[in-house]
């Protein structure tokens, strides 16, 4: 047989045939690295054994002891089936007693060597085990047991119990782990107080004590990490590497831009400016997410953006995740360049043809400015002039960040997208790890406070109560339903009913209007402006997305069902309310049989601080499934934890990119370990490096 390399296939592994070999590949270990790189779950203490003629009955902890089977049959004991074996160390010996153990039977027979681990029990005078864990001991010189033990515990399979899998890598681990080749010198790895990658390896599985498994640990964690921000590094070279227009500043420019708002800039507009036209003044395309809570100014700083594109006679794209939003961008930008020069133009999709065309027509000739749009504005057969920035609002559209496929001729757009979720700070590093961020910390002046409250459903009269009060001094109210099913008939009668409650009690005399997601658009826009006029006092919205408005007066908030939501979610709900001068209230009613789910919505009574919450609510849900690296085409950690592992990341992260800096292609003989494993992690995502 060929010689064993990382790459040769599990099945010719010790002690792996061809059926184990099936097996160990559906846990997605097909080869001889796989099974290296399969850690345990975590691990269990099994105390050094002690010999049987020792024990007395009186132990206080758990104690364990490991002998030959010498006798093992299946009993009835009353009714219940027991399976018992007779242990013998060469000391004494003990009986071991497994109530429904018949599973056992084939892996304990007489002949080979076990270790138990449980306490002791008395029965008839007899000292013995009942139930305890035990260890298959394959070989002698397996397990050590005159010493405490960290026995890993491995995920399982169908077919493939802990045990088993603990065997096949104890037996592979030591000729395994030899074939590894490192990927630093030494003093890259003192530098950073890492352990090499073999050490890290056995000691991932097999590690001496807690201390040693931590170091191990954190070499991995460091290397995963490294191994994404190398792919995120590669990628975001790859943006950036595409000339761009450069958009140069001049004071003149940023006064005339600055002479359209009817306001002053918040210091922290005026950062995020800064950084953005610090970006656009460059021959390579920004890449930049501005992220800032509803209502924090980003439409402003964008348009700034876009603005600064148009001073140099180039075009700029604003993209809103749904039409009702982009018709409210457009308005909105109509409404600061009133009375300049400034084209703008709407492009959605239910447009009439033949102002359609005639709009296509305009952007590909260069007459528009500034488009406003859906994404409709990226299709094909969208034609631009010379665009030279591309904003997309993804305000209600978290983690579902479409790559604008906008090759350009030659040229790249600079990009910058907005957020109102506030990004942990993993996720800026990581999913949104090709972005630059520039955060919008703080609200424009002269915004009321707004009050968040946790009621229940038994309160609903008290909430009625409460939101009356407020429409008669002439305020206004959000209902907001969750999507209640995944089916599109049962969210509007859920919606309906909703409404018709509403209508029909106490605030029914204000008016009420309603928006769902099954909604043609144009009535949606009637309801909305209606709202927005005042003519009804009362939204009820059963789709989040529908409730992209700016209605200042609005300054109640109630969320039904608010277990149901994120708490990012939550936090940029209630930042529609709370626009104007006035104080704002936001009552959250949640079911009350869930006292879990109010725990956590706590948090939004606490706190107005966008981050804190998402930091919040990434701990809580943990990071698989925010992070979902997976659906945003990063390879999955086995390792690291992001939130725990914060800076580890930091560090990885800052490595990373000074690799990618030196070696774009990770060319250098130094880096071939680096360039092959970046090379598999990415294999089918990316064709990052090329071919090998
Ligand atoms: P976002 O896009 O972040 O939700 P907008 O840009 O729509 O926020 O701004 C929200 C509101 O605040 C708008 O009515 C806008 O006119 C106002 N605004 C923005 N920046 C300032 C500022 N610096 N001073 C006063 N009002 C501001
Ligand atoms: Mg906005």
Partial sequence: MAELSLDTPAQYGQGVGPRRAEQLAELGIHTIEDLLTYYPRRFDLRRQAQPIATLTGNESEPVTVAGEVISARMNRYGSRPVFRAVL???????????????????????????????????????????????????????????????????????????????????????????????????????????????????????????????????????????????????????????????????ARIDQRIRARFPFALTTAQDRAVAEIVADLASPRPMNRLLQGDV?????????????????????????????????????????????????????????????????????????VDIAVGTHALLGESVDFAHLALVVVDEQHKFGVRQ????????????????????????????????????TIDEPPPGRGETRTVLRTEKELDTILDITAAQLRKGRQAYFIYPLVSPSPDLELTAANDAYEQLSAGPLGEFGVGLVHGQMPNDDKQRVMKRFRDGQVKVLVAS???????????????????????????????????????????????????????????????????????????????????????????????????????????????????????????????????????????YADRLDLLGGA
């Fill in 295 to 367: 209502g924090s100014g980003k439409t402003v700083v964008a348009l700034y953006a876009a603005l600064q594109a148009v001073a140099h006679r180039r075009q700029a794209a604003i993209l809103a995740p749904t039409e009702l939003l982009a018709r409210q961008h457009y308005a909105k930008v109509c409404q600061y360049l009133e009375g300049s020069r400034v084209n703008i133009r709407l492009l959605v999709g239910g447009m009439q043809a033949r102002q359609r065309d005639r709009t296509l027509a305009e952007l590909a000739s260069g007459e």
């Fill in 543 to 681: 789709v989040v997305v529908e409730v992209g408005v700016d209605v200042p007066s609005a300054n109640v908030m109630v969320i039904m069902h608010a277990e149901r939501f994120g708490l990012a979610q939550l936090h940029q709900l209630r930042g529609r309310v709370g626009r104007g001068s006035d104080d704002a209230l936001c009552m959250l009613v949640a079911t009350p049989n869930n006292p879990i789910a109010s725990e956590r919505l706590r948090v939004l009574t606490e706190t107005s601080d966008g981050f804190r919450i998402a930091e919040e609510d990434l701990r809580i849900r943990g990071p698989g499934e925010i992070f979902g690296t997976r659906q945003h085409g990063l390879p999955e950690l086995k390792v690291a934890d992001l939130v725990e592992d914060f800076e580890l990341l930091r560090l990885a992260r800052r490595d990373a990119f000074a690799i990618i800096d030196e070696d774009p292609d990770l060319a250098a003989p130094h880096n071939q370990q680096l360039r092959r494993q970046v090379q598999k992690l």
């Fill in 403 to 438: 790559r604008t496929a906008m090759r350009g001729k030659g040229f790249a757009p600079h990009y910058l997208v907005m957020t109102a979720t506030p990004i942990p700070r993993t996720l800026a590093l990581t999913v949104f790890g090709d972005l630059d961020v520039s």
């Fill in 88 to 250: 013998d160390d060469g000391s004494a010996e003990i009986e071991v007693k497994w109530f429904h153990g018949g599973y056992l039977q084939r892996q304990i027979r007489p002949g080979i060597h076990i270790a138990v681990n449980g306490k002791l029990s008395e029965y008839r005078r007899q000292l013995q085990f009942v139930n305890p864990k035990h260890q298959v001991l394959w070989d002698a010189e397996g397990a050590d047991l005159d010493r405490d033990e960290l026995l890993p515990v491995y995920p399982a399979g169908a077919h493939l119990s802990s045990n088993i899998i603990a065997s096949i890598i104890r037996k592979n681990l030591p000729a395994a782990s030899r074939l590894l080749r490192p990927w630093f010198d030494r003093t890259y790895l003192s530098q950073r107080g890492l352990v090499d990658r073999p050490t890290a390896i056995q000691a991932m599985h097999r590690p001496e004590d807690r201390e040693q498994w931590g170091q191990a640990r954190r070499r991995l964690a460091y290397d995963e990490c490294l191994l994404l921000q190398l792919g995120i590094a590669i990628m975001r070279q790859r943006e950036t590497s595409r000339p761009a227009h450069p958009l140069p500043p001049s």
